[in-house]
């Protein structure tokens, strides 16, 4: 899809319509804005056909204002410097607005992974690891990556192993990476953060009534149509709990192809049949529709794009019918498109907020690693024994026994899964009615990208200010 600036531009596009509303010192603001450090590094590898390729990869660290930074790893052919640069700085700005106490980074690796054997993929993803190490461009303390488009708990266990290896018996290595499977220092809940995030973030926007009411929509998520563009990891688990709180999925979209059915698609019914059959074509039941692009344009109350940057543009912005478009991917508007929608009433829900689920769980795995305990171990049986006793209690004066499954309900101490999904969702609700109130102060004109981009800088800038560094 064609756009006349590049990425980085675009989201740098953002900030300074965001940076107009602030009264902060102009460098300062250039300070935030601009990227501290990049590391470009070329590697060869030998290919099962014993073949030798060179491997071109990327870490950038957009801003170390806190510390460690932050960001995913992604496996793509589409990798270039200027793509690192721009999803570091909106790790940045994501950070910031969860008040997740990272700096923002990001890296790849420019290739597509299904052209690589698992052993050519493990030998790539564990240099790639050393190559940082060298650099230090990872450790719990410095840079911690962890998974993004293409990559995946198994890359992040190979990244923690090779880390471990030469990290001399740091006690804290394996918070070096997060998203790691749950047996190597993962958290549960983990893979299912970003699109349960995206779930919170849809839900609290469809609960405020003069927003729906300028959309024509009634409150809530139920009876909602929507469409989902990339059934990858976070596409597949936002379909899912918007359609556990009764949303309609009429489309899905993937790489080959976009499947159709207004009555509404099951959910996992169509991931088992991808599983199957290689493809969600083919679903019983629903109409193939002529291109995967073609999903966007479908008349719909919510449209998410969930894969990659760039898929509404000055191209197709014209055909876009969605009410709401809620942004899982990173990027997935381009500049130019979005104030396009903004002015025809659309209601965006902005990347740098609603995926910032996963970089939220990812620092509750982080914390996990650095405590060396898992959440809910000291407390889950204490706090089961005291509601437990308060519920006897509430029997004895009401002189009533509770049926033993409201009993044991009523007396459910929280797991690390509990814990973390209460984490979530209380980060998501509180940044979604912070970057409303900020639309609000700012007045008319002002989006809510803009205003969560306002909150990030506000946020980043008092971090250098508090230093006395900047004015
Ligand atoms: N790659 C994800 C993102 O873009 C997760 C980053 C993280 O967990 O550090 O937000």
Redesign the pocket.
């Known amino acids: 899809m064609s756009s006349s600036i590049s990425f980085s531009e675009q989201v740098n596009r953002n900030f300074d319509k965001a940076a107009a509303f602030t009264n902060l010192d102009r460098t300062l603001l250039s300070q935030i804005r601009g990227c501290n450090s990049i590391y470009r590094m070329s590697f060869p590898i030998k290919r099962d056909d014993k073949s030798i390729e060179v491997i071109h990869a990327w870490r950038c660290e957009h801003s170390q204002h806190k510390l460690p930074t932050?960001?995913?790893i992604r496996y793509s052919k589409s990798v270039n410097e200027d793509e690192v640069i721009a999803?570091a700085s909106?790790?940045t700005y994501?950070c910031a607005i969860v008040e997740v106490p990272?700096g923002g980074a990001?890296g790849g690796i420019k290739i597509d992974r299904h052209e690589y054997s698992d052993r050519e993929l493990e030998s790539i993803t564990r240099r790639y690891t050393f190559e940082l190490a060298k650099k230090n461009f990872i450790g719990p303390g410095v840079d911690?990556?962890?998974?993004?488009f293409g990559t995946g708990a198994r890359e992040m266990a190979w990244i923690a192993d090779t880390y471990q290896a030469i990290s001399g018996g740091n006690i804290d290595s394996l918070g070096c990476v997060?998203?790691k499977p749950v047996s190597q220092g993962g958290i549960r809940g983990r893979t299912e953060a970003?699109g349960r995030g995206v779930y919170f973030g849809i839900r609290e926007a469809c609960s405020i009534q003069e927003d729906m009411d300028k959309l024509g929509l009634s409150t809530g998520v139920e009876g909602k149509r929507v469409v989902i563009q990339g059934f990858g990891n976070v596409g597949f688990y936002a379909a899912r709990f918007l359609e556990e709180a009764g949303a309609l999925i009429i489309a899905i979209a993937e790489w080959d192809g976009a499947i159709f059915n207004p009555k509404g698609l099951p959910v996992q019914a169509v991931h088992e049949h991808r599983v199957e059959a290689g493809s969600i074509l083919g679903y019983p039941g629903a109409e193939v529709l002529a291109t995967n692009m073609a999903a966007l344009e479908l008349d719909c109350d919510i449209l998410i794009p969930a894969a990659l940057e760039n898929v509404i543009t000055d191209d197709n912005v014209a055909n876009i019918k969605a009410k709401i478009i809620a942004e899982a991917a990173?990027g997935p508007i381009a500049a130019r498109a979005s104030d396009e929608l903004t002015k025809r009433g659309v209601l965006i829900l902005p990347d740098a907020y609603l995926?910032?689920g996963?970089?939220t769980?990812?620092y509750f795995e982080w914390v996990k690693n650095l405590s060396h305990v898992r959440f809910g171990r000291m407390q889950k049986r204490f706090e089961e024994g005291a509601y437990r006793r308060i519920v006897s209690a509430i029997e004895n004066v009401t002189q009533r026994q509770f049926p033993e499954e409201e009993r044991e309900a009523l007396s459910r101490g929280a797991s690390e899964e509990d814990l973390v999904n209460s984490g979530l969702e209380e980060t998501m609700v509180l940044a979604y009615h912070q970057i409303w109130e900020i639309r609000k102060r700012l007045g008319k004109g002002a989006d809510l990208r803009t205003a969560a981009f306002v909150d990030a800088i506000e946020k980043v800038a008092v971090c250098y200010q508090e230093l006395g560094i900047f004015p």
């Open positions: 932050k960001g995913g999803l909106l790790m994501k990272f990001k911690v990556p962890a998974p993004d997060t998203g970003t990173n995926n910032a996963g970089v769980v990812s």
